[in-house]
């Protein structure tokens, strides 16, 4: 019962994080090759938003 278990669970293991991966790895091809114009829209914003605000901190 407990090879069985054991067995489960590996395999459990696996299927979950070779989903997440593969989740990942598709996602970034996505953006990458089918993104467009829009790759960089979140930093773009970012930027816009923090135009003109004092460097706090560091050198």
Do not use: C, H, P
Request: hydrophobic share 45%; glycine share 16%.
């Amino acid at each position: 019962m407990f090879n069985y278990i054991m067995d489960f669970t590996i395999v459990a293991i696996l299927v979950i994080g070779i989903t997440a991966v593969m989740g990942i790895i598709t996602n970034g091809i996505g953006i990458k090759f089918f993104g467009g114009s829009t790759k960089s829209e979140f930093v773009d914003q970012s930027n816009k938003m923090q135009t003109g605000w004092k460097n706090v901190g560091g050198r």
